[in-house]
C-alpha cells in the first residue's frame, strides 16, 4: 500500500535554479523521509522530519511539512548536475518496527 | 565503508529456476526489508523481519520467500523464478526502535528469461 505520492514524476531545470519536488500521503504519519536514488542505486536518506515540525534544513536541502494538508516538500536550493537523481518520499504511521511506505519517485535532472 | 551488502548485483535466471538473493548489513541492525522497484510502481515491500528467524509479509509476498537466520542476513528465495520477477531488488535495513532511517544496498537487478 503505498502512501506517499511525489510530484512532479519528473522535473528538468538548470544548473544554480531550485528545485522543488512535492510529496502527498493518506494517513496521520509520525515522521516523513526523504530518500535519493542514483540511476541503478540503492536508496539513500536525506532528511527526516517528525509530524510535530513544519520546517527541517540541512544543506541546500529544505523540507516543509502541512500535517493538515498531508504534504511535504523537498526544496534543493541552487542545484548541482550531481543532484540528478530520483527523490522519494517515505511516511512512517507510527514509531517502532514500521515499514517506511514509499511514493513512486519526482526524478530530478539538472542540466549544465 | 559499505554497510549492507548484497551478493550480487546483475542476475540472469530462467523460469522455473531457484533464485537467492543474499543481503548482509553489518551495523547491528534487528530490522531487515526486502523491496522490489518497478519503474512507475516505486518501491514495494516483499517481506521484512524484526529479528532473527522473524518474518512478516509485505504488500506483494506471493512467489518469494525469505529466511533469517543470522542477526546480520537476510536472504529472498524465489522458488520457481517467472518471468514477471524480473525487477530491480533491494535489501535494507535499520535499527528497531528510534527514527526508523532505512540504510539500502545496492541493488541486485534480476533478469528472468
Known amino acids: 500500500s503505498q502512501q506517499g505520492e511525489e510530484d512532479p514524476q519528473a522535473l528538468s531545470i538548470q544548473e544554480g535554479e531550485n528545485a522543488t519536488m512535492n510529496c502527498s500521503y493518506k494517513?496521520?504519519?509520525?515522521?516523513l523521509q526523504w530518500y535519493r536514488q542514483n540511476s541503478g542505486r540503492g536508496l539513500v536518506h536525506l532528511i527526516l522530519i517528525r509530524s510535530n515540525e513544519r520546517e527541517k534544513h540541512s544543506g541546500r536541502l529544505r523540507v516543509t511539512l502541512d500535517t493538515s494538508k498531508k504534504s511535504s516538500s523537498l526544496l534543493i536550493t541552487a542545484s548541482r548536475a550531481a543532484d540528478t537523481a530520483s527523490y522519494f518520499c517515505?511516511?512512517?504511521?507510527?514509531?517502532?518496527?514500521?515499514?517506511?511506505?514509499f511514493g513512486k519517485g519526482t526524478r530530478l535532472s539538472v542540466i549544465a | 565503508d559499505v554497510k549492507v551488502t548484497q551478493s550480487s548485483r546483475y542476475l540472469v535466471k530462467r523460469t522455473g529456476e531457484k533464485v537467492f538473493l543474499e543481503c548482509v548489513q553489518d551495523?547491528?541492525?534487528?530490522?531487515m526489508f526486502w523491496y522490489r522497484q518497478d519503474p512507475g510502481l516505486g518501491l514495494r515491500l516483499i517481506y521484512f523481519s524484526y529479528d532473527v528467524k522473524m518474518k512478516e509479509k509485505g504488500d506483494i509476498p506471493e512467489g518469494y520467500s525469505v529466511s533469517r537466520e543470522k542477526k546480520e542476513r537476510f536472504s529472498l528465495i524465489l522458488e520457481s523464478a517467472s518471468t514477471n520477477q524480473t525487477s530491480m531488488y533491494l535489501c535494507?535495513?535499520?535499527?528497531?526502535?528510534?527514527?526508523?532511517?532505512?540504510?539500502f544496498g545496492a541493488g541486485s537487478r534480476l533478469t528472468v528469461l
Open positions: 517515505a511516511t512512517v504511521t507510527y514509531s517502532g518496527n514500521t515499514p517506511l511506505v
Open positions: 494517513t496521520s504519519i509520525n515522521n
Open positions: 535494507a535495513s535499520k535499527q528497531g526502535s528510534g527514527a526508523n532511517v532505512l540504510t
Open positions: 551495523m547491528d541492525h534487528e530490522n
